[in-house]
């Protein structure tokens, strides 16, 4: 695994897509990763797998808890067309790169709630598993529904609702590093018509990580919610949290210099929804938001190891809140429409303290937006054909209007074989400290919002009766009035609408459904990013005809499942091609070579079968077992081989984990 060479890809293919290497019946897959029969994230409304025109990726979180897969990173990995990058190991600065867009393009939500900064930036370091349900991953532009910073998708968590009492604890084998969870959930019946339903969930991660010293992370998490249905609506709250700390001695290049250096955030994310429905005909639902992040940084003097010269502490602060209300609406020929207006304020503030060579410097920023929109969608059609349509008006900061569209198509025309297509447009607003002035740079306020063109075909067809699924999708987007840095002189603005890029790929999938216990997906995305006007080349890091900074030319992915009642097995290996990165120290491209991860797991009951009312499960998993030595980010040094070693306790009236005999 040190030394991976091409005939890993071969194999990789070769299981992938061959006939007996797919998913199953939608309803009985016990896969990872599968498309769901039902998704709600890609038209913000119940819709069928088959008559959905964008590409959708479901994850389970019983399977991801099954797996023993605690981060967010570890949920993503196996989603085609999606790149990852993680400076070292867990808890530190986590990026994504869906469909080869910039780690801002991706709108992360939580029910519902977008956790992006404004201006779309997000670190996925502190997300973990602990309290999600499961995980809708729409690819592909997705401004008309979610407005800004959906550039080449959405990631929205749901987080649990109906999951079985549990608790699990693991260790592993070094850095003193475990992980606990505690979660419940309850649901009571008041009437005929009406019920009531809450969760909550927990969980503690904590480590001393890899690095030789000042390398510990802690991340606390938590989330709760309540429901209450009647017969003609219903309402719900919930809340998820997040408290975070890492500490790094890597310096920009990622060394080990540095022995005091830490960042912490605080996460809150609150949601409120009503629906009320008026006829069999006609709904509305109206939802309120907010999310709050609180960051903090580091870098002290201290002795020994120190001798950058440069020392610094900011504590920041960003805030989100939303009320979005939509009417829906039953026409006939089963036509759908979906109208809706939303009001979002941003606001971001820092202050921080620098010293450089004896030189100190202070900065305090406080800046506000408010944002409005209005949109429409129609959705609708049969298997032989569904169509939808949407379009949205958003009013950005100094009146300037953002306008989006998506439409596609959908036809089972032959049986058992889906081909969809779709052509849309999306946005990204700029960031605040590219818009205003900080104590680092100067702003420029008339930067236009980012420009996303897309288009896309795919295919589905489903053989043996359903045993197996083979998926295509080919995808082509044009990123145009990307924003870029550079530094003419003191006082003129060092941000301007200069960068444009392309990025094309073809995602190729294979699933077998679960037979026996019995289940297995492999996917493989090869994309082609492409700048095409580079500006003024921020320093090397772009240059004309070079591929984006950290997306692989090819990806690729296995997983496999065995489940029986007296124990499961889990095995996943994901192969990650060659990209260009840069380093910053030298100021030079670098090539990272590709490599290959092996991960796996097993449960195994301790009293019993996993099925009934209680189980006790020993867990196990093993993560990077080729021991690869690898490198994500140019520079920074990558965990190898770790083991953990588990209990999961679960209490039920059914049963212990989603689609166990009941």
Do not use: C
């Amino acid at each position: 695994m040190r030394n991976p060479s091409s005939s890993h890809l071969a194999v990789i293919l070769a299981v992938a897509l061959a006939p007996g290497a797919s998913l199953a019946a939608q309803e009985q897959s016990r896969d990872t990763t599968s498309l769901s029969p039902v998704v709600v994230t890609a038209t913000k409304v119940p819709v069928a797998t088959a008559a959905s025109t964008a590409a959708t990726t479901v994850v389970s979180g019983a399977d991801l808890r099954a797996r023993g897969a605690v981060t967010l990173l570890d949920a993503l990995r196996t989603v085609p067309g999606v790149a990852l990058g993680r400076t070292s190991g867990p808890g530190s600065q986590t990026s994504i790169f869906l469909r080869g867009g910039n780690s801002n393009f991706t709108k992360i939500l939580i029910d519902g709630v977008p956790l992006n900064a404004p201006g779309g930036a997000v670190d996925l370091g502190a997300f973990t598993t602990d309290d999600v349900e499961r995980i809708e991953i729409v690819r592909g532009p997705a401004s008309v529904l979610y407005g800004s910073d959906a550039m080449t998708g959405v990631v929205q968590i749901f987080t649990r609702r109906r999951d079985p009492a549990s608790a699990a604890f693991r260790m592993a084998n070094r850095d003193r590093q475990y992980d606990a969870t505690v979660s419940a959930a309850r649901e009571t019946t008041l009437d005929a018509t009406t019920r009531v339903r809450g969760s909550a969930a927990a969980g503690y991660h904590a480590g001393d990580g890899f690095l030789p010293f000042n390398n510990r992370f802690r991340n606390a998490v938590a989330s709760a919610g309540g429901e209450l249905a009647g017969e003609r609506g219903n309402a719900s709250l919930s809340a998820s949290y997040s408290d975070a700390r890492y500490h790094y001695p890597t310096d920009g290049g990622g060394d080990p210099v540095d022995s005091n250096a830490y960042t912490g955030s605080n996460r809150l994310s609150l949601s409120a929804i009503g629906l009320w429905r008026a006829s069999e005909r006609l709904s509305t639902r109206l939802q309120l938001g907010r999310a709050a992040l609180l960051g903090n940084s580091a870098d002290l003097p201290d002795s020994p190891g120190d001798a950058g010269g440069y020392y610094s502490r900011s504590h920041t602060a960003a805030t989100r809140q939303f009320a979005d209300v939509q009417l829906v609406a039953s026409l006939p020929r089963a036509v759908t429409m979906l109208a809706g207006g939303a009001l979002e304020a941003q606001r971001a503030r820092s202050r921080g303290w620098s010293e450089y060579a004896n030189f100190g410097s202070t900065s305090n920023f406080n800046r506000s937006r408010t944002n409005r929109a209005l949109y429409a969608q129609l959705t609708g059609g049969s298997r032989a054909l569904s169509l939808d349509a949407g379009a949205r008006a958003e009013r950005l900061r100094g009146d300037r209007v953002a306008k989006t569209y998506r439409v596609g198509a959908a036809t089972e025309l032959v049986p058992a074989t889906v081909i969809r297509a779709s052509a849309a447009t999306a946005f990204k607003e700029p960031a605040f400290d590219e818009l205003f002035d900080t104590g680092f740079s100067t702003g420029e306020p008339g930067l236009r919002p980012e420009r996303n063109r897309s288009r896309e075909v795919g295919a589905e067809t489903r053989l043996a009766s359903g045993l197996l699924t083979l998926g295509a999708t080919y995808f082509d987007q044009r990123f145009r009035d990307l924003v870029q840095y550079r530094y003419i002189a003191p006082g003129v603005s060092n941000y301007y609408n200069v960068l444009a890029a392309t990025s094309r790929g073809l995602e190729l999938e294979a699933r077998i459904a679960g037979t026996r216990g019995f289940a297995s997906r492999g996917s493989y995305t090869l994309q082609r990013t492409r700048v095409t006007n580079p500006g003024n080349g921020s320093f090397g890091s772009v240059e004309e005809g070079k591929p984006l900074l950290r997306r692989p030319r090819r990806t690729a992915t296995i997983d496999a499942s065995y489940q029986r009642p007296r124990g499961s097995l889990f095995a996943t290996l994901t192969r990650t091609g060659a990209r260009d990165d840069y380093d910053y120290n030298a100021g030079l491209r670098r090539r990272l070579a590709p490599y290959t991860l092996i991960d796996a797991a097993a449960e195994l009951p301790l009293r019993g079968r996993t099925t009934g009312t209680h189980s006790l499960l020993l867990t196990l998993r093993g993560e990077n077992l080729g021991d690869a030595k690898y490198q994500s980010v140019y520079g920074y040094a990558t965990q190898g081989r770790t083991l953990y070693l588990g209990l999961r306790a679960s209490v039920t009236a059914t049963a212990t984990r989603e689609g166990a005999p009941r």
